[in-house]
């Protein structure tokens, strides 16, 4: 039998020859036959150290908690127990075990890896002032070892200093060992793809070719920014035929599936590597977040459970599901969680941020930023993050702040594109298009990535270049993935067909229902009068009877469908293949619950609208949605929903170049929702809806339309509150039905209340919207319809 100094050269032969398990058992062996030894300290710091790399980390947590407890003095045990947190993303458990070691410990030869990993730590709570003192320390102390660079090229990404970033991570290059080299190589192509150098990248991957799983993982990534659609899918196959060996191959591959529509392979890919890694947190995670775009909360529920279990202490799985239970509105189930996770400081902060931004409470999530960035100011990632959510609310003090925030971020460093490309969408919306076109202009010219591709598409058709505004439109569309595009045509049944498709020039009316028999009759009224040729309805599931009234209709045609809305992205994919099919002049795109009117509109008919923008080459009306309501909740009919607030109507950078926001939802409910759309498109012109709210890119009239909304009818009555209730329940809408969900809960405290405001109107006419700068008409209009 092998005496303990034979078995511990034996453990770290292992060691050496990568076999973990090998050595892990070696390792326990010299444990279990050396009680008194004076290294036994070592023999456990690293038999906790082979579990981890073998995949047991909640075992090696065990071995090296009690090694720790047992040893207080060992460095070996509390290094090893730190990066046991480090493994398990415990970094807030982690930092102080760093802390503790780097003075306990000044001259320990282990520094050398210490001081970089207390740096990771650090740089992930946030604290970035004290990761960066850590890793200058280790480039001073060990100028050879590449990880004090490594890092401090981490730090400079958190800060958008790219150019830093990359001085950072080639230092780390030159003097990496070959172990470390990939996924360094990993790193400079993610830093050199937000910079927008696609030369860089792709001399890189032609000189390190595939041989291994970082860097065609990198390369993959990359082509979903800045390739196509196409070619990142052959690189994940290619990742994964190669390595599949590898979680992250299976991940990224998943992950882009889902970024592609394709969530049922996602789900069977990830169910396979579940089984395959079933001790896996992230694995469980990735299952959990394709469940929940799938809308199966339950089941993704029951994913989070599990991945809760299999990482208890995980900082990034916490705020994760903190995140998801902020969409489903679990207030409580979140607190209890973080309470549960023993969540103190910047830990508890961002969970709570996460929980509040997916839950659209805005100002909430504000407030937890503040505290935040607070502790760490010189973060760009919390500044970005501030920027973005303060471009969300649209107010012009938010607005004013986001451009502050982001030009810094800009002028500190000419690479941050990502920083760039939101300032282009908030100055535009400041109104601001001089400045937005300044830094359209600046990004690099081998750049691109889809919000760079708008930016620029936006600045063509801001100077009315077309041929180049379309150049640029197919390239973002041949690139990137548009659901409203790319998804899978549904499977429409044709339940009747009353009317052939409309003349060449004719008007088609297309809507999406679901449980609206109250207001049907209504809007097929109004729309009649407007001059509609047809109707076309695509019925998602109703029981209400809402399918045998429009089927009696004598110039309606229904398609019945039993698809997820969720996952046809939102009625945009069914909305265009119903185009395809029948789009032969133009379209009208409303909800039952909407009434369109124009300048003039109560005289006029939709077909003087639409010679008019085609005598002009116009292809787009665009039109804002009034949320109508009545004085006092309890009246659910359109008749008695006369009053509307005011919008604030901004440019945007998406077609059609306008973004409305306000309303009575804002003032009663606090939600902020996009109050913009393009009810009228020239569907023979090749023009289609990405979203609800947005289109391909073309001309679009001076000529402006409104949408009159009586989204709140069933909210403010009685007897159909339950139909919202159901909407909520099936959380199909944006958001998981986030505004529906938070109505429904603020109701009961406006009962009996008067529900005007100082700045609230009742509606009299298309003149007054015209009037209020809601709508908008032209002298060319005018004079063309008498």
Not at 210 to 228: D, N, P, R
Not at 335 to 363: I, N, W
Not at 435 to 460: C, I, Q, T, Y
Not at 466 to 481: I, N
Request: glycine share 8%.
């Amino acid at each position: 039998m092998a005496d303990i100094g034979e078995l511990v050269t034996i453990a770290q032969q292992y060691q050496r020859d990568g076999a973990w398990r090998e050595a892990a058992a070696a390792w326990r062996e010299c444990i279990w036959r050396g009680p008194d030894h004076a290294e036994r300290p070592q023999f456990c710091a690293a038999y906790g150290r082979a579990l981890l790399e073998c995949g047991e980390g909640v075992h090696a947590l065990v071995v090296l908690r009690s090694a720790a407890k047992l040893y207080p003095d060992s460095a070996e045990c509390l290094g090893g127990l730190a990066l046991a947190y480090v493994r398990a993303a415990a970094h807030d458990r982690a930092a102080p075990l760093w802390d503790d070691l780097l003075a306990r410990f000044p001259a320990h030869r282990d520094r050398r890896w210490w001081l970089p990993a207390a740096a990771h730590s650090r740089v992930e709570l946030g604290d970035l002032g004290l990761a960066e003192a850590a890793c200058r320390e280790a480039i001073t102390a060990f100028p050879e070892a590449a990880g004090g660079y490594a890092m401090l090229s981490v730090v400079a990404e958190r800060r958008f200093r790219w150019e830093q970033a990359l001085e950072g991570v080639d230092h780390a290059l030159r003097l990496c060992t070959a172990a470390e080299r990939p996924s360094l190589i990993a790193s400079k192509l993610r830093i050199l793809g937000e910079m927008g150098d696609t030369a860089a990248c792709a001399a890189i991957l032609a000189e390190q070719g595939t041989a291994s799983a970082a860097v065609l993982s990198a390369s993959a990534y990359l082509a979903m920014t800045q390739g196509t659609v196409a070619d990142a899918d052959r690189r994940w196959d290619e990742c994964l035929a190669g390595f599949p060996d590898e979680v992250q191959a299976w991940l990224g591959k998943a992950g882009f599936q889902r970024a592609t529509g394709r969530l049922a392979e996602a789900e069977a890919l990830l169910r396979g590597a579940s089984e395959r890694w079933p001790h896996l947190a992230s694995v469980r995670q990735a299952l959990a977040e394709t469940l929940a775009q799938r809308r199966d909360v339950g089941a993704a529920r029951g994913q989070w459970q599990e991945a809760q279990h299999l990482a208890p202490l995980s900082i990034f799985r916490l705020w994760s599901q903190c995140a998801f239970l902020g969409a489903c509105g679990a207030r409580a189930e979140a607190e209890a969680l973080l309470v549960q996770a023993g969540a103190a400081g910047s830990v508890l902060a961002r969970g709570r941020f996460e929980y509040a931004k997916a839950a659209r409470e805005l100002d909430a999530a504000l407030g937890f930023l503040a505290d935040l960035r607070s502790a760490s100011p010189d973060n760009a990632v919390l500044a970005y993050a501030e920027a973005e959510i303060r471009s969300w609310r649209q107010d012009e003090g938010d607005l004013e702040q986001a451009a502050s925030l982001l030009r810094a971020m800009c002028d500190a460093s000419a690479a941050a594109v990502r920083a760039g490309e939101l300032l282009v969408r908030v100055q535009v919306l400041l109104g601001k298009p001089e400045d937005a076109a300044k830094v359209a202009g600046s990004f690099p010219a081998g750049d691109r990535r889809k919000g760079v591709s708008e930016a620029r598409l936006w600045a063509a058709a801001q100077r009315g270049d077309w041929p180049r505004a379309t150049e640029t439109w197919q390239h973002v569309a041949g690139s990137f993935f548009l659901p409203a595009l790319h998804l899978p045509r549904a499977e429409l049944h044709k339940l009747a067909g009353k009317i052939a498709a409309p003349a060449h020039g004719g008007i088609l009316a297309i809507s999406m229902v679901r449980n609206e028999l109250p207001r049907l009759s209504g809007f097929l009224a109004h729309h009649r009068k407007l001059g509609v040729d047809g109707f076309v309805f695509i019925d998602n599931g109703s029981d209400d009877g809402s399918t045998e009234f429009l089927t009696s209709q004598p110039d309606v045609t229904v398609y019945a469908t039993a698809e997820s809305y969720a996952q046809s992205h939102f009625g945009s994919r069914w909305l265009n293949q119903v185009i395809d099919l029948h789009g032969t002049g133009w379209v009208l795109h409303a909800d039952a619950d909407e009434r369109l009117v124009f300048p003039g509109s109560e005289k006029r008919s939709l077909q003087d609208l639409v010679r008019y923008m085609a005598d002009r080459g116009e292809q787009i009306a665009a039109g804002v949605m009034i949320d109508m309501f009545p004085r006092r909740p309890g009246k659910g009919t359109a008749s008695q929903h006369q009053w509307f607030d005011p919008l604030r109507i901004r440019p945007s950078v998406t077609c059609p170049f306008i973004e409305a926001a306000g309303g009575v939802r804002r003032r009663l409910f606090g939600t902020t929702v996009t109050l913009s759309k393009a009810p009228l498109i020239n569907a023979a012109a090749g023009v289609r809806y990405l979203n609800s709210h947005t289109t391909t890119p073309a001309p679009v009239s001076q000529v402006t339309t409104a949408l009159l909304h009586y989204h709140l009818d069933y909210l403010f009555d009685a007897a159909h509150v339950d139909r919202l209730a159901a909407e909520v329940a099936r959380a199909e809408h944006s958001d998981f039905a986030v505004d529906r969900r938070r109505s429904l809960a603020l109701m009961q405290a406006l009962a009996g209340e008067d529900l005007l405001g100082p700045a609230s109107k009742r509606y009299t006419g298309s003149r007054q919207l015209e009037k209020m700068g809601l709508i908008a008409t032209t002298q060319d209009f005018e004079a063309a319809c008498g």
